[in-house]
């Protein structure tokens, strides 16, 4: 678990309040830790740690490789350069909630439950959604998302969506490639996007080690229904003798309810990615500046006054 920390204001323990800090403190590290190991954003973003103001992340363009050079010769000198880049600032996100002195008074233990309940599924709701509109609006080839009053960038470092029919090599200004395909699910069409990525190329041409094994769909019982005929059982049922079905057995799936509304109604959009090559060359990159701080205090009208503070940002 990220962790959540917590402070508490003067004069808080000695109030009527001071009872409850302790329970609701444990409701809401308990229900945070829960709530993060549903979480599907470990297996769709690499997830790191921030100290700084913004993130630049970069890659490099390959090198050439090994030559023959035969006895005593000369070590060739190969090359590589800064591929495309790209910035992510930090956002800060805040929400708080109150009890008023009356709920203690009147023991109103529900209350005492309820709030921080809300309160901490709000924040790693809110996590949810964000990595989810930032997923649906690339599905739906848009170049930024309107999220919370805010508005985010949808596009890959290269400066394009990152769904796109011509994503750019920045040395080789003929080579442009597609993650952008237009087929709904089925055996075929998993086959077909597989074998593309794995001839996916680096800047300088060379063959990538792409190797397909997550697939990401929204809630819809009828693109369920269609991946796992395609991918669940070890023989072809459309074959007479039941011939092997290499797809079987070699994916992760991820269900994600919140890309139901984000893509509008009854979407059969999906998605293929490589999640450990992902992590690896930072291909959906989140990075946590603060985790969530949680601040306990008195205002002047009594009320005991819950406040939580975070910063993240993800594209």
């Not at 508490?8 to 800090?21: I, L, M």
């Not at 529900?110 to 509109?133: H, I, N, Q, S, W």
């Not at 709904?184 to 680096?202: H, I, Y």
């Not at 059969?268 to 060359?281: E, K, P, Q």
Request: charged share 20%; hydrophobic share 40%; net charge negative.
């Amino acid at each position: 678990m990220a962790g959540i920390s917590f402070t508490e204001g003067s004069g808080v323990n000695n109030s009527v309040f001071g009872k409850a800090q302790a329970p609701i403190r444990m409701f809401i590290e308990k229900r945070g830790e829960a709530l993060e190991q549903q979480s599907m954003l470990p297996y769709l973003f690499d997830i790191s740690e921030s100290n700084n103001f913004a993130e630049m992340v970069a890659s490099m363009t390959g090198m050439k490789g090994f030559e023959a050079v035969g006895e005593n010769g000369e070590y060739p000198t190969d090359s590589m350069q800064e591929s495309y880049s790209k910035t992510f600032v930090h956002v800060t996100w805040k929400n708080s909630f109150s009890l008023s002195r009356e709920i203690i008074d009147d023991s109103k233990v529900m209350d005492l439950r309820r709030k921080p309940e809300a309160f901490v599924a709000g924040y790693y709701r809110t996590r949810e959604c964000f990595g989810a509109a930032l997923y649906a609006s690339a599905m739906l080839g848009n170049t930024s998302v309107k999220f919370r009053k805010w508005t985010f960038p949808v596009t890959s470092a290269d400066g394009v969506c990152l769904f796109n029919k011509n994503h750019p090599s920045i040395t080789n200004s003929k080579l442009t490639q597609s993650n952008l395909f237009a087929d709904a699910f089925s055996d075929d069409a998993l086959a077909a996007v597989e074998t593309a990525m794995q001839n996916f190329k680096g800047d300088n041409g060379e063959v990538l080690d792409v190797h397909p094994d997550t697939i990401l769909i929204p809630n819809n019982y009828k693109l369920k229904k269609a991946v796992f005929a395609a991918i669940g059982a070890d023989k072809d049922p459309d074959t007479s003798n039941n011939g092997f079905n290499f797809l079987f057995g070699r994916w992760n799936v991820i269900v994600w309810p919140y890309l139901n509304e984000l893509l509008g109604g009854d979407s059969n959009a999906w998605v293929l990615l490589d999640s450990s090559y992902n992590t690896a060359r930072g291909g959906a990159e989140w990075f946590d500046r603060v985790n969530l701080e949680v601040r306990s205090e008195i205002a002047s009208n009594d009320a005991n006054n819950w406040k939580g503070y975070a910063r993240f940002t993800a594209g």
